[in-house]
């Protein structure tokens, strides 16, 4: 079988028919590539193109609030700012971490109205410059081009409101957080919707909503089924609408909520988040048939050769049977990893999901 471009062996995973080899491809932290550069990656070199990963490229478009974006305080170690969302935030600089959310502008449903009149599908919310730079050339090399959704769950209590604010509102105001949910997405789509009429096409949708923790969910399967899928439906219908793709990112155990992304439509989900909870040989040989599955390596062993290799070794070929399946980390790549042990992945990773 002749070496497919990304795009090709991508769709024959998303048709759960075999390629030359499963998509290979992964997300490292910024502190894993600051030591991947102390390792000897050159600074002017692209990660994907340097470990020879597949190509996948993102549209993105802006439907926040677009409140003012200003640096707090910066230190060596870490810097404060507030963002267009009105979250304020630390990040710090050289740890691989998630931001540490300190506070939040949009603190209940009258301030949310206020945000709400703020968001507005808009032309100078799309990149079009970016995309009449480069989209030629996603195509012509072949890439998987993949749009970006910004709604849900996650987005609502993560960058907008405060995580026990939105767990407490899903009991106490749910019109409020529906409310929300469907008008993240709303301006998402009608942003999209004039990308696509602009002739930038796209493979697939992906939007992150994290749903799980370890050996747990946020809230209810009820809650679910009641306040959130029938938003998440919405973005499904509408992109199959258009002979597009689905992908969910959702990290932490989200097994009782997987029936359902399958009953929506949902095409594709990751991380598979092992270390979480989730058994992706198990969603393999219960699902395989109904959603690709992306992910599902535990990216603790992944500074272990010895360990990493077993696992790979266990799961990949069950994974990649009658395709279906895209390798990467169960999150992201920690900066554990060192430079060796990444190439060293990519590479068993290749080889253990040919289908030569």
């Not at 990304?6 to 024959?12: D, F, P, Q």
């Not at 491809?25 to 990656?41: K, L, N």
């Not at 009782?256 to 990751?270: A, H, Q, R, W």
């Not at 603790?300 to 360990?307: F, G, P, R, S, T």
Request: net charge negative; proline share 5%.
């Amino acid at each position: 079988m002749k070496e497919m471009t990304t795009h090709e062996r991508t769709a024959r995973m998303y048709a759960h028919q075999e390629a030359d080899r499963v998509p290979v491809t992964d997300s490292p932290w910024g502190a894993t590539i600051e030591r991947w550069h102390r390792e000897g990656m050159p600074e002017d070199v692209n990660y994907v193109d340097f470990f020879e990963l597949d190509k996948f490229a993102h549209i993105g478009v802006d439907n926040s609030p677009r409140y003012p974006v200003r640096v707090v305080e910066e230190t060596e170690d870490y810097v404060i700012n507030t963002t267009s969302w009105g979250a304020t935030l630390k990040n710090w600089k050289h740890i691989a971490s998630t931001p540490e959310f300190m506070s939040f502008k949009i603190d209940g449903p009258d301030a949310w109205q206020e945000a709400k009149a703020r968001m507005t599908p808009t032309d100078d919310r799309i990149p079009w410059q970016h995309l009449a730079t480069n989209y030629a050339l996603w195509r012509k090399q072949g890439y998987w081009i993949e749009a970006g959704l910004w709604f849900g769950f996650d987005v609502a209590h993560s960058w907008t409101v405060g995580t026990e604010r939105l767990l407490m509102a899903l009991l106490d105001d749910p019109e409020w957080c529906v409310d929300m949910f469907n008008h993240f997405l709303d301006v998402n789509l009608a942003l999209l919707d004039r990308v696509w009429d602009a002739g930038y096409t796209f493979d697939a949708v992906n939007w992150p909503d994290d749903m799980g923790y370890k050996q747990n969910q946020f809230f209810s399967l009820r809650t679910y089924r009641k306040l959130l899928k029938p938003v998440h439906k919405r973005a499904v219908d509408w992109a199959h609408a258009r002979g597009v793709k689905v992908r969910l990112h959702s990290c932490g155990d989200v097994r009782p909520f997987v029936p359902e992304f399958v009953e929506i439509g949902i095409d594709g989900l990751n991380p598979l988040e092992v270390k979480a909870g989730m058994d992706p040989v198990l969603l393999k040989r219960t699902y395989g048939d109904a959603m690709l599955l992306h992910g599902g390596v535990n990216a603790v062993l992944w500074d272990d050769k010895e360990a990493i290799e077993a696992e790979m070794r266990s799961v990949i070929p069950v994974l990649k049977e009658g395709g279906g399946y895209i390798f990467s980390s169960d999150h992201s790549v920690p900066s554990s990893v060192s430079l060796d042990n990444f190439r060293y992945i990519v590479e068993l990773a290749k080889e253990l999901g040919s289908y030569r």
